[in-house]
Structures are given as structure tokens and as C-alpha cells.
């Protein structure tokens, strides 16, 4: 049997538990071009939460009692596609379930011996790919100018400073605690980093910021983005990768002192990553080589669960338990 996990309904606030339903069927059989994948790894994404509300987006809603919509690493069982066999490890769109069968051309074969599977749903997966292309073709760092990056000891996060210093940028993380400060300082070799709920932002912002900043790579939005817009540097770039902070709410806080923008010649633009699919396997030889001569280094934060965790475990996320890419790993990882 195959168990997943449903929408029940469109949440109002933050999800929880009851938005969701746990289903059981019998397991599904790939069709001509499919794949039937045994889910190991469950990505926890913040912006998932955004996929369950009504209206458009860059992609579908999940429909009501539509499997809940993530990325997945595991192991193919059965392929009628030419790309895959048995035993192969793969990443890609199954959802929140412990099988599922979907096309072939739409996963991706990780070859294990550059990076362990739950790298592939993390730093050389979508949320390391954010970070690339957000940094690179939108932000466009010069040697020496100083980057700011919000939500630093998260997914994207982390290896966007980490790209930042390797372009001889100055990498300046912000985080919730200053055990995450630590981390991307002493561990991921930030230059600085500041604890955005210390009572003296603005201060420490400051401290950390002495020529102020050139770019912005922001993944939380809301009111500490507008603290930021106060360090602004002449044509800064501010790139919009997402806005955490504002996933749960109904009505989204957008910025108040966006006419720093105009003061400080500056431009705020914001990027998709599925646009750059043409381009991903570049981008992770580049990073695998990063990832090989120490440059680049990844922290994967792994909650073991089953498919009905999946609600309690997203909450954590939001919580800001994570160091690192999240990921809830199923009892089949564990065989
Ligand atoms: N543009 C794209 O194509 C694209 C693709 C993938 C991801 N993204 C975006 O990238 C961002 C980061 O995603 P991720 O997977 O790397 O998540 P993540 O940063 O690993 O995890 C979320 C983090 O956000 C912070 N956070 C949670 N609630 C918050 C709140 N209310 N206010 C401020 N911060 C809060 C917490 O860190 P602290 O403890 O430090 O607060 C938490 O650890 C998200 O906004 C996501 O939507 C964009």
C-alpha cells in the first residue's frame, strides 16, 4: 500500500494538521515514460505553504485532495523509461507520499559519488540552484562589494553567501539566533553575521555593513526588509528570492521605505528558479567543484518521519528550527 498525504482544504494562517488528509491505496503503476519512486527524503520548503492558497502562481495549486506537491529523493523501483533503471537514486516532483509514479523526464539521477542523496534535494538540488542563479545573474556581486543575505543559516541561504565569498564578495548573514550567527560565521566562513532579533538591529546592522550594501539577497521579506533598505548602498541590488516571513499571512507587508530605491539608483528584481532549468547541470559541476575543493560546504538538517508528519514538521521549519536545508527522511531511507 501506498500512503500520502492530501490537502483537505485551503489553510487560513499557518497549515496545520487538519488542512491535510492521509490517504492509503494500492501502490500506482508507472506508464509508458513513468518511473515508480520509493520516497526516502521529503523536502520541507517554506514556500510550499504558498501552493495551498486559491489564485495563481508561478506554478499550479495544489487542488483540494491533490497530493501535497514536493520535491523527493529515493530510489526507482520500476522504470518504463529508457533514462532509469531499478536501484538508481533520483530527485524530483513526487510529493508528500511513499510511492509515487511520475514521467522520467522529470527527475533527475544523482550520481552519489559527488554528494550524498540528501545533498541533491539540498545544496546541489533546487534550494542550491537558488541560490546560484539568484546571486549570480540577478544580484551580479563584484569583487568586494558586501552582500547581505537574510534567512543565512537556511537552505538557500547558506549557499548564498557562501557563492558570494567564493565571487570575493563580503558575506554578511542575517539570522534568528546567535548560535546561527556562529554557524555561518565560524562554520561557512561568513565575514559577519547578525542576530535580527537583537533589540539593536540597527546598530549591529550597521556595525556590520561599515560601507554599506551593494547587494541584497533576500529570502524572508516584511518589516526586516525595510530595516535593510536603510543600509542601501548607490546602485544596490536587491534580489527578491522570497519572503518567508509572509507565507502564512493573508495580506503580505510590502515595503514601506522602497523609495531608498530612487535615492540609492538601486534595483530590486526577483527570479524564478525553473527559469534557469536549461542551465542546471552547469551550475552543478561548478558547485560540485566547489563542493570537492572545500569552498562550498552544506549542512542538511534531517527530522525522521512518516507521511502524517509531514504538517508538524513544516511547522518546525517555520519556527526556525532548521540549520541547514530541512528534510524529513521516511522509514524506507533507513532500510
Ligand atoms: N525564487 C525561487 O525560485 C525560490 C526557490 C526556492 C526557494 N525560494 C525561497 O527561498 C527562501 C528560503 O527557503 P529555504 O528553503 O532556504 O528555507 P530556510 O531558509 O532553510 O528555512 C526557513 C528559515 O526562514 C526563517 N524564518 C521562518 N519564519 C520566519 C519569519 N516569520 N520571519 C523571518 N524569518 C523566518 C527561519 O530562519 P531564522 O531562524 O534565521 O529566522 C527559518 O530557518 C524562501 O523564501 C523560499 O520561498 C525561492
Not at 515514460?33 to 495563481?56: A, C, F, K, M, Q
Not at 539593536?200 to 526588509?225: C, H, Q, S
Not at 525522521?304 to 540549520?323: F, I
Request: some cysteine; proline content about 4%.
Amino acid at each position: 500500500m501506498n500512503t500520502q498525504l492530501r490537502l483537505a482544504r485551503r489553510p487560513s494562517g499557518e497549515a496545520t494538521v487538519d488542512d491535510f488528509s492521509v490517504t492509503q491505496e494500492t501502490l500506482p503503476t508507472p506508464g509508458e515514460g513513468e518511473v515508480l519512486v520509493r520516497s526516502h527524503y521529503i523536502s520541507i520548503d517554506p514556500s510550499s505553504r504558498t501552493h495551498w492558497n486559491d489564485g495563481e502562481s508561478y506554478r499550479a495549486m495544489v487542488a483540494i485532495g491533490g497530493i501535497v506537491d514536493v520535491g523527493v529523493a529515493g530510489e526507482v523501483i520500476e522504470s518504463r523509461h529508457p533514462g532509469f533503471s531499478a536501484g538508481d537514486m533520483v530527485v524530483g516532483g513526487v510529493g508528500v507520499q511513499e510511492y509515487g509514479a511520475v514521467p522520467g523526464d522529470s527527475l533527475t539521477k544523482c550520481d552519489l559519488s559527488i554528494a550524498p542523496l540528501t545533498s541533491w534535494l539540498g545544496g546541489l538540488g533546487i534550494t542550491g540552484l537558488t541560490a546560484y542563479f539568484g546571486l549570480l545573474d540577478v544580484g551580479d556581486p563584484k569583487p568586494g562589494e558586501t552582500v547581505v543575505v537574510t534567512a543565512a543559516s537556511g537552505a538557500v541561504g547558506m549557499v548564498a553567501g557562501q557563492i558570494a565569498r567564493i565571487k570575493g564578495a563580503r558575506a554578511v548573514g542575517l539570522a534568528g539566533s546567535d548560535e546561527k550567527c556562529r554557524f555561518v560565521t565560524e562554520e561557512l566562513g561568513f565575514d559577519a553575521a547578525v542576530n535580527y532579533k537583537s533589540d539593536e538591529l540597527y546598530r549591529d546592522l550597521k556595525e556590520a555593513t561599515p560601507k554599506r550594501i551593494d547587494v541584497i539577497f533576500d529570502n524572508v521579506g516584511g518589516p526586516l526588509l525595510d530595516t535593510l533598505f536603510r543600509r542601501l548602498g548607490m546602485h544596490a541590488r536587491i534580489v527578491v528570492c522570497g519572503a518567508t516571513s509572509q507565507y502564512n499571512n493573508d495580506r503580505i507587508y510590502g515595503p514601506t521605505n522602497y523609495l531608498a530605491l530612487a535615492t540609492m539608483r538601486a534595483r530590486m528584481e526577483g527570479f524564478i528558479i525553473f527559469d534557469y532549468a536549461d542551465r542546471y547541470e552547469a551550475a552543478r559541476t561548478e558547485m560540485a567543484g566547489w563542493l570537492k575543493d572545500g569552498s562550498l560546504k552544506l549542512r542538511e538538517n534531517i527530522v525522521d518521519g512518516t507521511v502524517e508528519d509531514y504538517p508538524n514538521v513544516l511547522h518546525r521549519l517555520y519556527q526556525g528550527e532548521n540549520t541547514g536545508k530541512m528534510l524529513m527522511r521516511l522509514p524506507a531511507a533507513g532500510a
